[in-house]
Nanobody, 124 residues
Framework: QVQLVESGGGLAQAGGSLRLSCAAS????????VGWFRQAPGREREVVVT????????YYADSVKGRFTISRDNAKNTVYLQMNLLKPEDTAVYYC?????????????????WGQGTQVTVSS
């Protein structure tokens, strides 16, 4: 059974930091691209950041550039999202997703497996 499990969400103050983790089981993580997406109430799911299979290729949404950093440890089947300088507008449910391709995509429809999501709330 394939599972992606996010952790690390919670409440942070503006300017603070959180680190999200996405642990995979039941699939070979090392040959898959991974993305972090988020969805705020009343809004569509949007891409935050993606990473290719090796970690050598990343894409960041303009809204998080310079503040968020994605990394992966294929030996641990885990992808991380370090979020610094958090803003209230970062408040959302954050999802990790994996696709059956080595290269990443910013289109959520191109991802095959999704985690259950973790809530991130940033207070002003």
């Amino acid at each position: 059974q394939v599972q992606l499990v996010e952790s690390g969400g919670g409440l942070a103050q503006a300017g603070g930091s959180l680190r999200l983790s996405c642990a995979a089981s039941g699939l070979t993580f090392s040959n898959r691209a991974v993305g972090w997406f988020r969805q705020a109430p009343g809004r569509e799911r949007e891409v935050v950041v993606t990473i290719n299979w090796s970690g050598g290729g990343t894409y960041y949404a303009d809204s998080v550039k310079g503040r968020f950093t994605i990394s992966r440890d294929n030996a641990k089947n885990t992808v991380y999202l370090q979020m610094n300088l958090l803003k209230p507008e970062d408040t959302a449910v954050y999802y990790c997703a994996a696709r059956a391709h080595v290269d990443a995509s910013s289109n959520p429809d191109e991802y095959d497996y999704w985690g259950q999501g973790t809530q991130v709330t940033v207070s002003s």
